[in-house]
C-alpha cells in the first residue's frame, strides 16, 4: 500500500484543540489584561490541566501563550494609561484604572514601590487584585514605558507559571482531564477571594 492511499484524512484532535486552543487562551489573556473582569488566572490553570494531559512541549506552549499575552496587556493598558496621564482632560482607561485602585491601596503601592522599586511589579502580578494599584503608582511616579516593560517581563513570567503549576496539581490529582480543570478553577477562585475575605472578617482597621 503506497504511502498516499495510507494519507490520514482527518485532523487528530490534539491538533484541533491546539490550533484553536492556543489563540484562544492569548486573546482571552490579553483582553483580562486589559479589563481585568475576565479570570485569566482561572483560564490559564485550565489550559495547563488540559496541556499536562497531552504532552510537555503544550505546557511550553500555555507558558508563552499566557505570558506573552499577559505583558502585551499590560503594556498596552500602561500606554494608554500614560496618554491619559498626559491629556488634559484624561481618558476612560486611566478613569478605569483609578476606579480600580482604592485610595488605601494606592497609598501602599506607591510606599513600597518606592521602597523596593521593580520588585514590586513582581509581587503585584501574584497578588490578586494587587496589579492595578502598582501599575498607577508606576503611572503617577512617571515612570517610562521602558522601565515599566523591565520590571513586568518577570511579574508576567512568574504569574504564569505560579498559575500553570495550580493548573499541573489538578492535572496530576485527577485521571479526566475535566476533573482536573474543575479543581484548579476552584483552588484559582479560592487564592484570589481569600485576600477579600480576610479583609472584610478582619473589619475595619483600628485607629
Not at 32 to 43: E, M
Not at 54 to 82: H, I, K, N, P, R
Not at 112 to 141: D, Q, T, W
Not at 150 to 175: D, E, H, M
Request: with cysteine.
Amino acid at each position: 500500500m503506497s504511502w498516499l492511499g495510507a494519507a490520514p484524512t482527518t485532523i487528530p484532535p490534539e491538533t484541533t484543540q491546539q490550533a484553536l486552543g492556543y489563540p484562544s487562551l492569548f486573546l482571552l489573556v490579553l483582553i483580562g489584561a486589559l479589563v481585568p473582569v475576565v479570570p485569566t488566572g482561572a483560564l490559564v490553570s485550565s489550559a495547563a490541566v488540559v496541556a499536562f494531559h497531552q504532552t510537555a512541549f503544550s505546557l511550553g506552549l500555555v507558558f508563552l501563550t499566557a505570558s506573552l499575552a499577559a505583558f502585551l496587556g499590560d503594556l498596552t493598558l500602561y500606554w494608554l494609561g500614560q496618554r491619559g496621564m498626559r491629556s488634559r482632560n484624561g481618558s476612560r482607561w486611566l478613569a478605569a484604572i483609578r476606579a480600580r485602585a482604592p485610595q488605601d491601596r494606592l497609598e501602599q503601592a506607591q510606599t513600597k514601590l518606592a521602597e523596593h522599586g521593580v520588585a514590586v511589579l513582581v509581587l503585584s502580578r501574584l497578588m490578586p487584585a494587587g496589579r492595578i494599584p502598582v501599575m498607577l503608582a508606576c503611572l503617577l511616579a512617571d515612570w517610562p514605558l521602558r522601565r515599566f516593560a523591565r520590571g513586568n517581563l518577570p511579574a508576567c513570567l512568574a504569574w504564569a507559571v505560579t498559575y500553570q503549576l495550580i493548573g499541573i496539581l489538578g492535572g496530576s490529582l485527577f485521571r479526566e482531564p475535566w476533573e482536573g480543570v474543575a479543581a484548579a478553577v476552584a483552588l484559582t477562585v479560592l487564592v484570589s477571594a481569600a485576600p477579600s475575605v480576610w479583609r472584610r472578617l478582619r473589619g475595619p482597621a483600628r485607629v
